[in-house]
């Protein structure tokens, strides 16, 4: 797993199990990988899993049941709170960084129009 630099590791591996769960790889009473699995798999310290993985118990997104696991917990309506919540995270994102290139509102949205519209492999590069 590639980790970047300039986000924690441990915020990265929360990211990364909120995207699965918003796109359904991942639901309610889904079992994850145990702490010591997940570091194993992606080669960083336990500590640091430990901590992604009690602040998504603290988000309720998941549940550790002793001695079976940590289970995917979290409810339709907090999952959609989510969703919005990382749609607009990286909407305003996109937007700053367009904003930092020295576009306007109005070419933002004429570039956005244009791209819509565009087979969807350029839309991958």
Do not use: H, W
């Amino acid at each position: 797993m590639d980790f970047d630099s300039a986000q924690p590791i441990y915020r990265q591996i929360i990211d990364e199990f909120k995207k699965k769960m918003i796109r359904g790889e991942l639901s309610a009473g889904d079992r994850i990988p145990s702490q010591r699995e997940y570091a194993e798999y992606a080669r960083i310290n336990p500590n640091t899993v430990q901590r992604a993985y009690r602040e998504m118990e603290a988000l309720k997104m998941v549940e550790t049941l002793r001695g079976q696991g940590t289970y995917v917990s979290i409810s339709p309506e907090d999952l959609e709170q989510m969703r919005e919540e990382m749609a607009r995270s990286s909407i305003d994102n996109f937007l700053g960084d367009m904003r930092a290139l020295g576009y306007d509102g109005e070419e933002i949205m004429k570039m956005l129009r244009e791209r819509q519209f565009e087979p969807k492999e350029d839309k991958d590069r």
